[in-house]
């Protein structure tokens, strides 16, 4: 026990310094991880396969044993990673100013798939895209010493949404696809399976959750199991290849989440079973409040240090947009 105690005690240390380096400013994306536990292994090619039912579920991550060195960097659409002038202009200020990781998005929240995915279901809605080279991108990137981020969105997806003929929400048309759709469950797993083979160093997860919108109640169980029973089936069939990070809602980091009443249903205890690390959004221009959205330092600052307090492994990303707060 006095050892647990201990240990415990020292990884708070860590995370409050690694807490000053993520409050050096609102001007860049950054973040603090750890290098993988284990190299990727190849994998053959994903294809849409039904699941293979478990009764023993796999154990999920022991939170005590993953070690965060600090890394700093920024995220890029693929667009932007497939234009060699823009690239090179990216990469050259991110080296003068220290960064050394780099977010690629493999699959966006239009529904595009922006490299040569072999998936069939890519190819029958027309999301693939073959924008990235990434057989020659991150070779050279990797040369260069950057850690790379491969990033999946997931029921955010338009494409598919209207393959599916999934339901519009309140809110928007028909965007967004049900995190209980198996049919939505497995063309992301195959995907996820995929990218894992390709030779990024992390594969991180955003839009894992129900659109937003309603009253803040006890009445979401069910979406939040439904998440969490997700997040089990990409646990077990990717975490063996390739790490796994997830972003989350910034607003999910208050003590008032661990109540399990918003209607997204994302849990922070619950990702950090899955993930090595999390990322919440910490975006000032998303709170309704004058007073958070006027104190940007501030408002990053009292959230990440509600979510430190709940023992979880933290990589936020910081605003580098101009909405609806200060820019002076």
Do not use: C
């Amino acid at each position: 026990m006095k050892n647990e105690l201990q240990h415990r005690q020292q990884r708070k240390r860590r995370r409050i310094a690694a807490l000053g380096l993520v409050l050096v400013g609102l001007s860049i994306l950054l973040f603090v991880l750890t290098q993988p536990e284990r190299p990727a292994q190849p994998v053959s090619q994903a294809a849409l396969v039904p699941a293979v039912k478990r009764t023993t579920p796999t154990p999920p991550l022991d939170s005590s044993s993953r070690g965060l060195p600090r890394i700093r960097g920024v995220y890029l659409p693929a667009a932007v990673a497939a234009n060699p002038k823009k690239l090179q202009e990216i990469v050259e200020n991110a080296k003068r100013v220290g960064f050394n990781a780099l977010v690629i998005d493999v699959k966006d929240n239009h529904g595009i798939v922006a490299y040569d995915t072999k998936v069939p279901l890519a190819q029958k809605i027309g999301a693939r895209v073959d924008l990235l080279k990434l057989g020659e991108l991150l070779p050279q990137l990797k040369k260069l010493g950057f850690y790379l981020i491969a990033r999946q969105v997931v029921f955010y997806d338009p494409k598919l949404a209207r393959y599916l003929n999934a339901l519009p929400t309140e809110r928007e048309p028909q965007r967004w696809v049900s995190p209980t759709d198996v049919r939505a469950q497995e063309y992301n797993l195959a995907i996820a399976a995929e990218v894992a083979s390709l030779g990024f160093d992390e594969l991180q997860f955003d839009y894992i959750r129900w659109p937003d919108g309603g009253a803040y109640k006890p009445i979401y169980t069910e979406r939040y199991a439904a998440i969490e029973r997700f997040l089990q089936r990409l646990f077990e069939r990717v975490r063996p290849k390739i790490r796994l990070s997830a972003d989350v809602f910034g607003r999910t980091l208050w003590n008032w989440n661990t109540k399990q009443i918003d209607p997204i249903g994302q849990h922070l205890e619950t990702f950090d079973k899955f993930f090595d690390v999390l990322s919440p959004m910490v975006y000032p221009s998303h709170y309704e409040t004058e007073e958070l959205r006027s104190d940007p330092y501030g408002t990053v600052k009292k959230a990440l240090e509600s979510g430190l307090k709940r023992d979880l492994k933290l990589r936020p990303f910081l605003q580098a947009f101009e909405m609806r707060i200060p820019t002076r």
